[in-house]
């Protein structure tokens, strides 16, 4: 790359800005220094990276002092990761599973309210191929209803606890009537619910290796287990069940209209936290 050596002169003083010193995958940007940010610490916080990092791009001490309008280079990472916990984290470089933005895709519906469709590029590929089979294997089947996933860059999202790095979604239950419009608007009960169709849907994530928690009403696991237990060949899904040897689906009273799935965080995504 040609160098981006360019001397500018600020309050006299002569500064230069590095060659890009950005690593594959990161980009290369400017930041201006403002009034009350004194030295790489202070501005590092704004710009969400390292002190340490900060000052190595710009060959200088982390206590070195700052100039108001001082133009400094710092990187910044567009790699896809799920960065901390569901509970304090953030996404970046998120995939929308409603990318063309008409509130719909196969296998499931949402509500045209409904923007909170980001995750992790392995969550979204989760949860669409399951839901794309399940309207294969089940082509008279309702669409599921899609709940929320995260915000686009993660991060606290309404009444929830998680859901804030991309790893989270939230479906709606198969129900006799099903839910309809892209709503949760009918809960799950012993009764009620399809547990061959939901079923199917949870086996699917379960086969994929990859998730973490399904988290369900008393109802609706009940309904499962049930259903598990009633068919030999299932036997073996049953350490899934709480109290079983891979507990993954655990009841919460919480969940009386859409279940929870929670994936695992992402091979290689070294800032991701179970």
């Not at 899609?146 to 979604?169: E, K, M």
């Not at 547990?195 to 109802?219: H, S």
């Not at 299932?234 to 009386?256: C, K, N, Q, T, W």
Request: charged residues 25%; aromatic residues 8%; glycine residues 8%.
């Amino acid at each position: 790359m040609t160098s981006l050596l360019v001397a500018l002169t600020i309050a006299s003083t002569v500064m230069t800005i590095p060659d890009n010193p950005c690593p594959s995958g990161w980009k290369y940007m400017l930041a201006e220094v403002r009034a009350g940010e004194r030295d790489p610490t202070d501005i590092a916080r704004r710009l969400m990276v390292k002190p340490d990092m900060l000052a190595d791009w710009n060959r200088m001490s982390v206590r070195e002092r700052l100039q108001k309008g001082q133009l400094l280079v710092f990187c910044k990472d567009l790699r896809p990761a799920s960065v901390g916990s569901p509970s304090r984290g953030r996404l970046r470089a998120g995939v929308n599973m409603d990318a063309d933005g008409d509130s719909r895709g196969c296998g499931w519906v949402k509500s045209p309210l409904r923007t909170t469709t980001w995750g992790t590029p392995e969550t979204v590929a989760a949860v669409s191929d399951c839901l794309c089979r399940f309207k294969t294997r089940f082509p008279g089947a309702p669409d599921v209803t899609l709940g929320d996933l995260s915000r686009q860059g993660g991060g606290r999202l309404g009444r929830h606890l998680s859901h804030r790095s991309g790893r989270d979604v939230d479906l709606g239950y198969i129900t006799n009537p099903p839910q309809s419009g892209g709503y949760f608007n009918r809960n799950a009960r012993y009764g009620n619910l399809d547990a061959e169709k939901q079923w199917w849907i949870v086996k699917c994530f379960l086969d994929r290796g990859n998730v973490r928690f399904i988290f369900l009403n008393w109802p609706a696991l009940s309904a499962l287990k049930s259903f598990v237990k009633s068919r030999p060949e299932l036997s073996s899904y049953m350490r899934f069940f709480s109290g079983g040897s891979s507990p993954v689906i655990s009841a919460d009273r919480e969940h009386r209209n859409h279940l929870h799935v929670r994936f695992d965080c992402p091979p290689d995504d070294i800032e991701c936290i179970e």
